[in-house]
């Protein structure tokens, strides 16, 4: 219908437009009826994002004239701390049975099963397939903690980085923004014992390892991914190459390392050193904020508080933690102590940002027989609460200074679906809760990285071609 004030709408339209066009000149306006700004929801918000891809000025209560519309809430994208990109072609062909005794170590035979199969093309085809299903998931970037290095005979390839630069290439096909992390994997157990075979794509020596690293300055560079660094494991390097490797780590590099996921691994780690695994790396090595402790499922209270004392993260993996049997992080006692924290896809049975927030939030309440309990305080809705920590704490864990939409930050937004009814009806945190708790569907709509659109009404432009060359892949592997 027709407003009846038409004429000087149309001149309000007019000045507006003009207002906004000066911004407009070189800045995309996008207008959010609601959107989760760093200081909480905000109504009638417009962005301006510049053409270096950052937000360059917040307007809130404002026209939307001359502005594109968004199609629903806006909140920010999470970064997903934690993937293993090529053992998505896996998911869901682990769930027969063996003889009685199937563990986190039977499945690992079958995970390095698949590592004995994989080219480089496969790893891009993998991987750019997985990236944009974490994209429609919510997530805007991915550290990518990326082990298998060598070929299928554990010799280098010619380019000693070429399965890196396979991770490169997917995400310049998806858009993602990516925080690589070269692995360093030296050994198969505790006390330096000597790889296995089917480690074999994984094992450098310290040199070798600190080639790649410094080979993949560059290209991480031209694309614009961050670089970082990995120790696979307490299992699979000493405290000797941790000292050696970390004296020449920029002081800025995430670092990362899985630690106490199984009680096997913890039982191992006392045998040898008369430690539990997370005294053991804090004995060994400086750990700062730049570090990601990858699990640390199995923790006492004194080391919840060497954890939180240090500011690392807690890189937690709620549905591949579940897949696997590790056991359940004490998350609720971690955050009741300000303890940092960040959500990984890990092996990527599930991809979603709702999905790690639900299960970490469910694992807590099964085994306290309570309800809500990552909320933090009286009051405050789990969602909220959770997806704030995990934002920053995935944010600390990917080396990006900036989480959230605020003036100066990349603007990597995510639209969520405001056709449907359950969000349209709800406002506030509300609408968070709904998203993870709800089981209302897909409901992120489209996505923005570092001012570009990559998913458009649930749509990637590249989905087709994507999707045939990750057919592909996966015919090769299951022949
Ligand atoms: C990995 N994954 O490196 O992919 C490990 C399993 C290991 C998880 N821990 C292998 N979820 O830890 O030795
Ligand atoms: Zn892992």
Same mark, same amino acid.
């Given at each position: ?32 009826? /609601? ?26 209560? #404002?026209?939307?004239? +001359? ?94 980085? %070429?399965?890196?630069? $396979? ?9 993602? +923004? ?18 296995? $075979? ?28 961050? =670089? ?6 307490? /299992? ?56 990601? =402790? ?8 004194? %080391? ?7 500011? $690392? ?17 004490? #998350? ?51 969602? /909220? ?7 920053? &704490?995935?944010?600390? $864990? ?19 679906? &405001? ?31 570092? &001012? ?28």
């Amino acid at each position: 219908m027709r407003p009846k004030n038409f004429p000087l709408q149309c001149l309000y339209v007019q000045v507006w437009g003009f207002a906004h066009k000066m911004v407009a000149d070189n800045h995309q306006l996008l207008f959010a009826e /609601r959107a989760l700004l760093a200081d909480g929801w905000a109504d009638d918000v417009v962005f301006a994002i510049g053409a270096d891809g950052r937000i360059a000025t917040v307007e809130r209560g #404002a026209s939307a004239v +001359g502005a594109k519309r968004l199609g629903g809430p806006v909140v920010p994208a999470v970064a997903d701390l934690h993937s293993h990109a090529f053992q998505r072609a896996m998911a869901g062909l682990t769930a027969v049975a063996g003889q009685g005794d199937d563990s986190f170590w039977t499945w690992r035979e079958e995970m390095y099963r698949l590592v004995s199969l994989l080219t480089p093309d496969d790893v891009t085809a993998i991987a750019a397939k997985l990236q944009i299903e974490l994209l429609k998931g919510g997530f805007g970037r991915v550290a990518e903690f990326h082990y298998l290095h060598h070929g299928a005979d554990g010799r280098a390839y010619a380019a000693p980085a %070429e399965m890196s630069l $396979a991770v490169l290439q997917a995400a310049e096909l998806s858009g993602i +923004g990516l925080t690589m992390l070269p692995v360093f994997y030296a050994h198969s157990d505790f006390g330096g014992a000597a790889p296995t $075979a089917g480690q074999r794509r994984f094992i450098h020596d310290v040199d070798g390892f600190l080639t790649l690293l410094h080979g993949l300055v560059e290209p991480c560079r031209s694309v614009g991914a961050r =670089l970082g660094l990995a120790f696979h494991s307490l /299992r699979a390097v000493t405290g000797d190459e941790i000292a050696t490797i970390m004296e020449t780590v920029p002081v800025h590099a995430p670092v990362h390392i899985h630690v106490a996921e199984q009680e096997r691994e913890v039982a191992a780690s006392i045998a040898h050193s008369g430690r539990r695994p997370v005294e053991r790396l804090y004995d060994i090595a400086e750990v700062d904020e730049r570090w990601c =402790l990858v699990h640390a499922t199995h923790v006492t209270d004194a %080391e919840v508080a060497m954890i939180v004392g240090s500011g $690392a993260i807690a890189g937690l993996c709620p549905t591949t933690e579940a897949d696997l049997g590790d056991g359940i992080f004490p #998350a609720v006692d971690f955050l009741g102590a300000e303890g940092r924290f960040g959500v990984g896809t890990d092996s990527h049975v599930a991809t979603s940002v709702a999905g790690e927030l639900r299960l970490l939030e469910y694992g807590q309440r099964l085994r306290d027989r309570r309800r809500n309990r990552m909320a933090g305080r009286p009051g405050a809705s789990v969602g /909220r609460t959770l997806f704030e920590r995990v934002l920053a &704490g995935g944010a600390q $864990a990917a080396g990006v200074a900036e989480a959230g939409l605020s003036v100066g930050a990349p603007a990597d937004l995510v639209v969520l679906d &405001g056709r449907s009814p359950y969000l349209a009806s709800v406002e506030g945190d509300t609408i968070i809760d709904r998203w993870i708790f709800g089981g209302i569907g897909p409901a992120v709509r489209d996505v923005m990285i570092g &001012g570009r659109w990559l998913i458009e009404d649930g749509r990637h432009p590249k989905d087709e071609e994507i999707d045939r060359a990750f057919a592909a892949a996966l015919a090769r592997l299951r022949a």
